[in-house]
């Protein structure tokens, strides 16, 4: 049996020494574990949206003025890699206006995944991903009239005026810099993470380690915490290129991480999702009107 804890008692006027307490930094998400009323449960992979819950995610890249140059196509990638253009988007958010949709960014998702505050009706994500200024020069103001906000995730090297010379010519495409990021994280929006160059995640691990690739994304989400001065929490994979051991990197790192498909009709975010493997469709110049009003109706009805 073990002996009955004895309190030391001490010579009369010696006071005992204050127990000190040492500060310990913890990064926040590297505590993944939550007690609960049912056990134990790891809180990267919680998902407490309702079980009605169908949320449609909306991926673009470009939305341009008829009179820019298109981009080239990819046999890969679809017609524009993700580009529109302005009537076209147009066209788009007046079908989400006449569904009576109301756009969300990937913090409001983050917080009912969390079951930490409930989603407004018929939500949905419009996503743009690279941080040129044509998003904010054209899709924000088309957004704005409609009460929209969106979620752009940012490659901080361009966000810093970097080149980047594997993503094409900077001059046809300016990017948006923190200034603009700024700005639109105050209209209501939210900025992801998008890495640091966006080098393709899988081919950078094969060519230079998986080191690399946690630099790419470990720095890419302090950089832009360093500039937006608030938490960096989702995270859109470039190209969608990973694999488990570069998941485990953005789970570690990131509370949300997006992918993106080609074609319509995808998946919904439902509450069955895995929150590091949310499904988006990548809207592009051959982007048919209708599939799309038709997957967006299936998100409410």
Not at 99 to 116: K, P, S
Not at 146 to 154: C, D, K, S
């Amino acid at each position: 049996m073990r002996a009955p804890h004895r309190r030391l008692l001490l010579p009369a006027g010696v006071r005992r020494r204050a127990r000190t307490r040492i500060p310990i930094r913890v990064h926040p998400l590297s505590l993944t574990l939550r007690i609960t009323a049912w056990g134990c449960e790891d809180v990267r992979m919680t998902n407490r949206l309702n079980a009605d819950s169908a949320i449609p995610v909306l991926c673009y890249h470009r939305v341009l003025e008829r009179e820019q140059n298109a981009p080239e196509g990819s046999a890969h990638l679809g017609g524009g890699y993700g580009h529109t253009w302005s009537d076209q988007f147009a066209e788009h958010l007046r079908v989400m206006v006449d569904l009576g949709m109301t756009a969300i960014n990937h913090e409001v998702l983050i917080d009912a995944l969390d079951g930490t505050k409930p989603l407004p009706p018929r939500p949905v994500l419009l996503d743009f991903d690279d941080n040129r200024l044509a998003i904010y020069r054209t899709a924000w103001p088309m957004m704005r009239e409609h009460g929209f906000v969106g979620t752009v995730f940012a490659i901080t090297d361009l966000a810093d005026g970097l080149e980047l010379p594997h993503m094409g010519a900077r001059a046809d495409f300016p990017p948006m810099g923190w200034k603009h990021l700024r700005e639109l994280h105050e209209a209501g929006w939210a900025v992801g993470g998008h890495t640091q160059r966006h080098f393709w995640l899988e081919p950078l691990k094969a060519e230079k380690g998986v080191g690399e690739v946690e630099r790419e994304v470990v720095l890419g989400r302090q950089r832009a915490e360093e500039q937006m001065g608030v938490p960096i929490r989702s995270f859109a994979y470039p190209g969608g290129s990973f694999d488990d051991e570069i998941e485990g990197i953005v789970m570690r790192t990131f509370s949300s991480a997006r992918l993106w498909h080609l074609s319509l009709p995808t998946d919904y975010v439902t509450s069955e999702t895995n929150r590091y493997r949310l499904p988006s469709v990548n809207i592009n110049f051959e982007t048919n009107i209708d599939a799309l009003a038709g997957w967006l109706r299936g998100s409410v009805e």
